[in-house]
């Protein structure tokens, strides 16, 4: 019998992820997706961090306290912090890394998360000096935030826009400051490679402040954009963790891999996009003292929301314990009831005989049929559900619909830009427990709100759920406007996700949360 490896060995065995697309980027103030966020969160750590619970614990703050009126923050390094490099990190650096997070050469298209941090908007928009930003360093071991309303800045300090980067690297190297050998990092990991369309190598970085209960050495990131041959991978043995699970029948899933199949809620939400600044999905504006306005295009989005059998999609095409989605807020967030479209309790079928007449009154019949692009990154998940709406589109209303693929860089390119997109892929993975974080792209003309929707009532409800004294009339708030999005179609819910994961036996530690974050440094691998 072969001799069982040694817990010292087991140390040295890498950690073998699956983790999607290749990493749009490295730099932490840049990241906007799952891809390089589950890498960022490898290498650095922010003020406040995340257990394997997903609960909030200290990072580099070791303490913290918020005025009464929740407008400011103090936070207490611990001592000694320390840069990969061995430098030290204290509470200037930190700060200078913010002002440079939302200076607008930097571009951080997270920076709209941050809009209750007192001039970020005002910096990020050019029209103050980042050094008015409400970020401040009192004394080398204390970073103070100062607020224009109460926010849970503890849960958007664990953000990879909030973490530490070094600056003289980004001064010394530029873009390039994220590669192997001039990435400084202040988390548990450091880059040690980066191999593009292949993998990213971690190595253990003994300055972490708690570099000793970092059990993992080695951790590689592997890209596995196609997720049925990352399951392959998996059953070979090639990796530990896998990111996703490919749409299979599920009692197929645990006879084969049993307990390795790790299911659980999650708070995220798939839809698909409608570009509203462009035909066919374009309002017509209103004429000066008209008493009504041009509304095909709203019925034409709405016809194709209701064409969507959502029930079909989540039971033979993803089938992975996702719900049907009549709305943009996942349930699961304490004190938000989520708003819902106006036709969700409708049959089916007549949500179909609708949805024909409403085709119907925009304009396209069998002889003018609407000709449409779907635009979808490449994964074959994405394919499947793509090919699922495409033919829901053309059986109920004779929608021609042309698929398009992309890689994912490009693909996050031409949907930002909103110049050649008509549908696409959308969605958002709460980065944390508030309603508002999904709702906030849609407010305003940021690098986030991919379908253009422009709504003046809109805005006024966040803002009004923003000025809110109470947590009970800011959900409310949030809700009206969730519900004014949802009545104005600019997003097509479809499903709410499952985290999905295959997780090898040997892998110690990995606990269901919420935001399906994972960080390496609070695994193990068994002998």
Same mark, same amino acid.
């Given at each position: ?25 490295? +730099? ?17 750590? @922010? ?21 009464? +009126? ?9 001592? @000694?912090? *320390? ?15 913010? =002002? =440079? ?37 009192? +004394? ?54 980066? &191999? ?56 197929? $899933? ?23 600044? *462009? ?12 008493? =009504? ?20 999609? &989540?039971?033979?095409?993803?089938? $992975? @314990? ?47 049929? $609407? ?157």
């Amino acid at each position: 019998m072969p001799a069982q490896p040694s817990p010292a060995q087991s140390a040295q065995t890498p950690l073998e992820r699956g983790n999607g697309p290749e990493p749009s980027t490295l +730099d932490a103030h840049r990241c906007q997706e799952v891809a390089c966020g589950n890498v960022l969160r490898d290498l650095y750590e @922010g003020l406040v961090t995340e257990d394997a619970q997903g609960r909030l614990v200290p990072g580099m703050a070791q303490r913290w306290t918020v005025s009464a +009126d929740g407008r400011t923050w103090r936070f207490v390094l611990r001592p @000694g912090l *320390r840069w990969s490099n061995g430098e030290a990190l204290d509470a200037g650096q930190i700060v200078a890394s913010f =002002r =440079r997070a939302f200076a607008p050469a930097t571009a951080a298209p997270f920076g709209e998360l941050f809009d209750a941090l007192d001039q970020a908007q005002a910096v990020q928009a050019g029209r103050v000096a980042p050094e008015r930003l409400g970020v401040s360093a009192p +004394d080398p071991r204390t970073v103070e935030f100062r607020l224009n309303r109460s926010a849970s800045l503890p849960a958007l300090l664990t953000l990879p826009i909030a973490f530490p980067v070094y600056l003289p690297a980004v001064r010394r190297h530029g873009a390039q400051h994220t590669r192997p050998g001039q990435l400084v990092s202040n988390g548990a990991y450091t880059l040690a490679a980066w &191999t593009p369309q292949a993998n990213l190598q971690l190595r253990r970085n003994p300055r972490f402040h708690d570099a000793a209960a970092v059990a993992i050495e080695r951790v590689r990131f592997h890209v596995t954009e196609d997720a049925a041959a990352e399951l392959q991978r998996f059953a070979a043995g090639d990796l530990h963790i896998t990111e996703v699970v490919p749409p299979q029948p599920l009692a197929s $899933l645990r006879r084969r891999f049993g307990a390795q199949l790790r299911l659980s809620p999650y708070l995220g939400a798939f839809w698909l996009g409608l570009n509203t600044t *462009r035909a066919p999905f374009r309002d017509a504006p209103c004429a000066a003292g008209a008493t =009504r306005c041009d509304d095909r295009a709203l019925a034409l989005r709405r016809a194709l929301a209701m064409a969507v059998d959502r029930d079909k999609l &989540t039971r033979y095409v993803t089938g $992975l @314990g996702e719900t049907p989605a009549y709305g943009i807020v996942p349930p699961g967030i304490a004190g938000y009831t989520p708003a819902q479209a106006a036709w969700s309790d409708l049959p089916q079928a007549q949500r179909e005989a609708h949805a024909r007449a409403l085709y119907r009154y925009a304009g396209y019949s069998a002889r003018n049929p $609407l000709t449409l692009e779907l635009r979808y990154n490449t994964s074959t998940p994405h394919r499947r559900l793509a090919l699922a709406v495409a033919a829901m589109w053309r059986q109920t209303l004779g929608v021609q619909v042309r698929l398009r693929n992309e890689e994912w860089k490009v693909f996050v390119q031409n949907r930002k830009q909103r110049a050649i997109t008509q549908a696409f892929r959308g969605g958002w993975i709460g980065d944390l427990a508030d309603a508002r974080n999904f709702l906030a792209a849609f407010g305003n003309d940021g690098p986030l709100n991919w379908t253009g929707y422009d709504d003046a009532g809109y805005r006024e409800r966040l803002a009004r759920a923003d000025a809110a004294a109470t947590d009970t009339a800011r959900n409310a708030w949030l809700r009206a406007a969730e519900q004014r999005l949802l009545n104005d179609h600019a997003a097509i819910p479809l499903y709410f996700y499952t985290s999905k994961h295959l997780v090898s036996e040997r892998v110690r530690g990995f606990q269901p949360n919420a935001l399906d974050r994972h960080a390496s440094r609070w695994l193990s691998l068994s002998p």
